[in-house]
């Protein structure tokens, strides 16, 4: 993704959000033995019941500009970063854009101070890439 503008910027760190939902989880590997799933209704084994959707894997392109994203992570302090990954987590999936209530609510203060501070970390570290 070429970072253009500061909108762009502000879409990579979404973009990055729903890309790190795509990655495979961290597995446990302590826990050897498992049983395979087994449908608990024979009328569900055969395909008769409504199917469910995945969002599929990662593209390569996907995962470079998740990488780049972590990259401009690190020159954000602490509570930046934190913020910046919790919008973009709140977006992830939604055509409505972050939602703002939900963070305010997680971190305790109000959701027009929690999108200042998003715009205000968002315009810094576009500042420190130039």
């Not at 050897?32 to 569900?44: H, I, R, S, T, Y």
């Amino acid at each position: 993704m070429d970072i253009a503008t500061v909108d762009d910027l502000a879409g990579l760190f979404f973009e990055a959000a729903q890309t790190e939902r795509k990655l495979p989880r961290a597995y446990d590997l302590r826990v050897k033995g498992c049983w395979p799933e087994v449908a608990p209704d024979p009328q569900l084994a055969y395909g008769y019941h409504a199917a469910e959707y995945s969002i599929g894997p990662a593209t390569s392109k996907e995962v470079t500009n998740y990488d780049k994203a972590l990259r401009l992570t690190m020159m954000l302090d602490d509570s930046d970063r934190k913020l910046v990954w919790a919008v973009a987590h709140s977006a992830a999936r939604r055509a409505r854009g972050p939602h703002w209530a939900r963070v305010g609510r997680m971190m305790g203060v109000h959701a027009q101070t929690v999108k200042r501070r998003f715009e205000r970390a968002i315009l810094e570290l576009w500042y420190k890439m130039s």
